[in-house]
């Protein structure tokens, strides 16, 4: 009987994935050249990151459109490349990575509060988070305050050309940094995703500045901008900098637990948020757009 049961449900996962892979196939692609505003894309099959602002204002602010949730960007770009949706949303600086690895692919330049979604600077905005009543929120404020607009465009630019080909070593010196910290000093333990680039993502090596993700059993290295951030606040703060790799939906839960100091992860600091955690001033700041094959 067991075995007769395995059997019919491999069967009937083989048949669910078959029809799906069918719908994809019978499914008329969207066409995004005629796009010139959000409202301009009734009839598409657009996805976006589960908890995410991306997923509230494509659920809100669209008509006519099919919204599919993910629980990552891998998941989303898999996704896209076989079919099932047309885009997703991102901010800016995702599309100029994808893009930039995939020729295939390009990126609908929707201005935010003009042609595209309604956002605020805190929707479309990173910044860093901490518990409730943290005392590291006044004092990352004032590390933040001292690295310019135009460093903070160039490091973004940096990681997404690192992003491209991380393992291999560029050369060029991260373009902010802060002196060495002593071994025997506190640790800041930063939550990301590490699958975000070019805000972060994982590689295999320590080239161009990575750091050892703490809960990879030391297999993998975290880099991008979210990680050189995190290493200039921690030498600031005098602390030495550990990087755990964690699910979007747990990173806020585990700064509350005390499992994480904080979280810097390409995240926004929506009204939401900021009744479950406390935010810095944002350290980025972009459009969003979405992905879609040409």
């Not at 990151?49 to 949730?69: P, R």
């Not at 491209?164 to 560029?170: I, K, V």
């Not at 699910?247 to 585990?254: A, C, H, N, V, Y």
Request: hydrophobic fraction near 40%; charge should be negative; aromatic fraction near 8%.
């Amino acid at each position: 009987m067991k075995k007769l049961l395995t059997t019919i449900a491999i069967v009937l996962a083989s048949l669910t994935l078959a029809l799906n892979l069918a719908s994809c196939e019978g499914r008329q692609k969207f066409d995004f050249t005629n796009v010139n505003s959000i409202a301009d894309l009734n009839g598409a099959v657009i996805g976006a990151q589960t908890g995410t602002f991306h997923l509230d204002a494509l659920k809100d602010q669209t008509k006519g459109v099919t919204v599919k949730e993910y629980g990552d960007f891998t998941q989303l770009l898999t996704a896209l490349n076989s079919g099932v949706i047309d885009g997703y949303v991102a901010e800016e600086p995702t599309a100029y990575a994808v893009t930039a690895q995939d020729s295939n692919l390009t990126y609908l330049h929707l201005k935010n509060n003009d042609t595209g979604f309604t956002a605020t600077a805190s929707d479309t905005g990173i910044a860093v988070a901490f518990a409730t009543g943290s005392e590291y929120v006044a004092r990352v404020n004032e590390i933040l305050a001292g690295i310019s607009e135009e460093t903070r465009t160039a490091l973004m630019q940096q990681a997404v050309a690192l992003s491209a080909d991380p393992d291999t070593e560029a050369g060029s010196p991260v373009l902010v940094s802060s002196n060495e910290v002593l071994p025997e000093a506190a640790t800041l333990k930063i939550a990301m995703e590490c699958a975000y680039a070019p805000f972060n993502w994982s590689q295999t090596t320590a080239a161009n500045g990575a750091v050892k993700i703490s809960n990879s059993g030391n297999s993998f290295y975290a880099n991008g901008y979210d990680v050189q951030i995190a290493k200039y606040i921690a030498a600031e703060l005098g602390m030495n900098l550990e990087i755990y790799a964690e699910e979007w939906e747990s990173l806020i839960t585990g700064v509350q637990a005390g499992t994480y100091t904080g979280i810097i992860a390409g995240m926004s600091p929506t009204a939401e948020r900021e009744e479950e955690v406390d935010f810095t001033e944002c350290y980025y700041n972009s459009n969003l757009v979405i992905i879609y094959k040409k």
